[in-house]
């Protein structure tokens, strides 16, 4: 049980559409608890066309310390900020913001740290595996510079939105040339798999990868939460790879995303 809260409790907004799937509010006010600090993560679903009035809105309040934001506002999430730090000027994109002391916002873009630590995690590692990440959004474009930055040795990209993935590509082949190329739904020769889109959290989504052709060598990742064992990644366990679940990403973010809001930077 997440222990009682009073007026005097500061309250971090976490913004989603949809929200119901997010760990943030359990998780991550636990780890505040045991820090000895008195802040709760709040879950609220708002949808694209309210989310900057709810941004603005939530600056109103004094005890808002902080915001999160998921699928799909991180892009939203940064174009609100008025300071941000590296990562997430690169990204365009942010899932954290912390007020500063003269009341605005700073940013962050945390999702790909946490996601190179799930992978450590589970015993593995970024460093030379050869990757296929499906989806270009805030998440997939932070987790693909990390592995690189970690020492992946190549990135392939897929995503529907071809415009989408090209100006990612670009993007990332600026920091990392020689490193990235466009993907498609085939994971054949890849080492390394990671989901970073919705599909697969409701029933009847469309399959990320084409199923029939991971091999039980590969680490398989997906980002999603809810269900934590997604159709991807029940395939995957069941040919022998190694998983990587959405919970695993956010349990390595955990310690991240506290002292983010704590003021301590990764």
């Not at 049980?1 to 409790?9: D, K, L, W």
């Not at 030379?128 to 190549?154: F, M, P, R, T, Y």
């Not at 064992?229 to 069941?238: E, F, G, N, R, V």
Request: charged share 20%.
């Amino acid at each position: 049980m997440i222990r009682n809260y009073s007026g005097a409790t500061r309250i971090i907004p976490i913004v989603g559409d949809p929200i119901a799937q997010v760990k943030a509010p359990r998780g991550l006010s636990l780890a505040f608890e045991q820090r000895g600090e008195d802040i709760l993560v709040v879950p609220f679903h708002i949808k694209p066309g309210d989310v900057q009035a709810f941004f603005q809105t939530m600056s109103r309040a004094p005890n808002v310390g902080g915001m999160l934001a998921t699928v799909p506002h991180k892009f939203a999430a940064f174009q609100f900020t008025a300071t941000s730090s590296s990562r997430a000027q690169f990204f365009l994109s942010a899932n954290a913001l912390r007020r500063t002391g003269d009341g605005r916002w700073y940013g962050d873009m945390l999702d790909g740290l946490g996601y190179v630590r799930a992978i450590e995690k589970i015993g593995a590692t970024a460093r030379d595996q050869k990757v296929l990440l499906v989806g270009a959004g805030g998440a997939g474009s932070a987790i693909g510079v990390e592995l690189l930055n970690a020492g992946a040795a190549h990135l392939a990209v897929h995503d529907a939105d071809t415009s989408r993935r090209d100006a990612l590509l670009a993007k990332i082949e600026a920091a990392h040339p020689g490193k990235t190329s466009r993907g498609t739904a085939d994971p054949t020769g890849f080492t390394l798999v990671v989901n970073a889109t919705p599909m697969g959290m409701k029933a009847g989504d469309p399959a990320p990868v084409e199923f029939d052709r991971l091999a039980p060598g590969m680490i398989v990742g997906d980002v999603i939460t809810v269900p934590e064992i997604t159709p991807l990644l029940q395939h995957a366990k069941s040919l022998g790879c190694r998983i990587v679940t959405g919970v695993d990403m956010f349990n390595a973010s955990t310690d991240l995303l506290a002292d983010f809001f704590l003021g301590v930077d990764s």
